[in-house]
């Protein structure tokens, strides 16, 4: 019951085989197929339930004991909806697209088979109203632009799908969607077709590195308590890794994983700061990296707990407010008192050397201390290009921890 089956009519611009063969990649739990049947609807109009009764008998004999599969047709429905279900069949109606959306039909199926299998985990609610939430009902069909665009879980129907009891499948397929939705949003917003993204993430161009770094680089000018870890080997990968982040040639995707290890070679910078795990997947979210703390300098374990989660971003724009909830939740529902959210970016709203003046994603870091007593530390590359420049990384984290008692 893992198992997806794609059917498209003839005359339809959709990449059939790219998106199974990437799909297929991305996941882990689930399987995606092409059809083996044509498909062909004689009726100019679908409609529930007749077009369902009339499908061909040998689509059904193909797709017994499929989780779902789908049908894809340029024709309408009579009510004008998207896609309706019976039993585990689905037809997908595109038509009119080229009036609702820039995007590529290829996105539009990758959208739709992630709002399909957020359903699979939890059917009890959709927006009325167009959110860009995977949950959104879409009344107003133009929404399916922001939706593509955002392809994001929001914060309240996270909470949510938290708090039910779900399955092993259900926790399977929601690990699943999340990387779908991830590949989907990073190529709508940049008006790109998600074949394209996926063809190009394949491609890793040849790394022109010539910068040397300094010897000293992540090495602090005093450290009278002994707080950092300076072995030759820590530091010489840390750089190499640090080279590599700042490579204007690699791919984003390829980022993301790099700033994901040199995080751990940052952070690792604190002695006795131990790694539990990295991209670690929870009953309801994936982390980045987490922490025991417990050990280390004691002037930190006092203010941040016992164990931390630290959100590793790196892409192109500023990490927003959507992004600071969804962290906030993740920290609250296991009951942690404190995080840092790392995005080489930047965070909307915030700015190192004037970071008295809170607006978006910085203000909402700020009200979540105020209301809710919990931590969440802004870090961006100006932080990295400090501790690089000799300043002790954890007396760089009790600056960021004595400014919140002064905003």
Not at 24 to 33: D, H, P, Q
Request: charged share 25%.
């Amino acid at each position: 019951m893992n198992e997806i089956t794609l059917f498209v009519e003839s005359d339809l611009p959709v990449d059939m085989e790219a998106i199974v063969s990437n799909l297929n990649r991305l996941c882990k739990y689930l399987k995606f197929k092409k059809g083996r049947t044509p498909l062909e609807f004689q009726e100019a109009v679908i409609s529930y339930p007749k077009s369902y009764l009339d499908l061909n008998k040998a689509i059904v004999e193909e797709t017994q004991g499929d989780l779902f599969f789908i049908l894809l047709t340029a024709k309408p429905y009579d009510n004008n909806f998207f896609w309706m279900t019976s039993g585990n069949g689905v037809i997908l109606s595109f038509s009119g697209w080229r009036y609702l959306t820039g995007l590529s039909m290829n996105n539009g199926l990758v959208y739709f088979i992630a709002n399909m299998l957020a359903l699979r985990i939890d059917n009890s609610y959709r927006h009325q109203v167009t959110t860009g939430c995977i949950y959104d009902f879409n009344w107003t069909k133009t929404g399916i632009d922001i939706g593509m665009r955002s392809a994001s879980i929001c914060p309240r129907c996270l909470t949510r799908i938290s708090t039910r009891e779900l399955s092993r499948v259900q926790n399977e397929i929601l690990t699943d969607d999340r990387r779908i939705l991830n590949d989907l949003g990073s190529a709508s917003k940049w008006n790109q077709d998600i074949v394209d993204y996926w063809q190009h993430q394949g491609i890793k161009p040849e790394s022109k590195i010539t910068e040397i770094l300094k010897q000293d680089d992540f090495i602090p000018e005093k450290d009278e308590k002994s707080y950092i870890n300076v072995t030759r080997s820590h530091i010489s990968e840390l750089r190499k890794l640090y080279l590599e982040l700042t490579d204007s040639e690699l791919l984003t995707a390829e980022k993301g994983k790099v700033f994901e290890e040199f995080s751990k070679r940052f952070f690792g910078l604190i002695k006795k700061w131990s790694i539990i795990g990295s991209n670690v997947n929870l009953k309801d979210c994936e982390i980045d990296i987490i922490y025991d703390i417990s050990q280390g300098p004691d002037i930190l374990r006092q203010r941040m707990g016992d164990n931390i989660y630290i959100e590793c971003k790196n892409r192109a724009e500023k990490s927003d407010v959507q992004e600071i909830d969804h962290f906030v939740m993740n920290l609250k529902t296991r009951g942690l008192k404190s995080g840092i959210f790392f995005s080489y970016g930047g965070i909307t709203g915030y700015s190192p050397d004037n970071w008295r003046d809170t607006d978006a994603a910085y203000r909402r870091i700020i009200d979540v201390f105020r209301l809710e007593h919990i931590l969440i530390l802004p870090m961006v590359a100006q932080d990295i290009e400090a501790i690089r420049n000799g300043t002790n990384l954890v007396e760089h984290i009790l600056v960021l921890l004595n400014r919140f008692v002064m905003v």
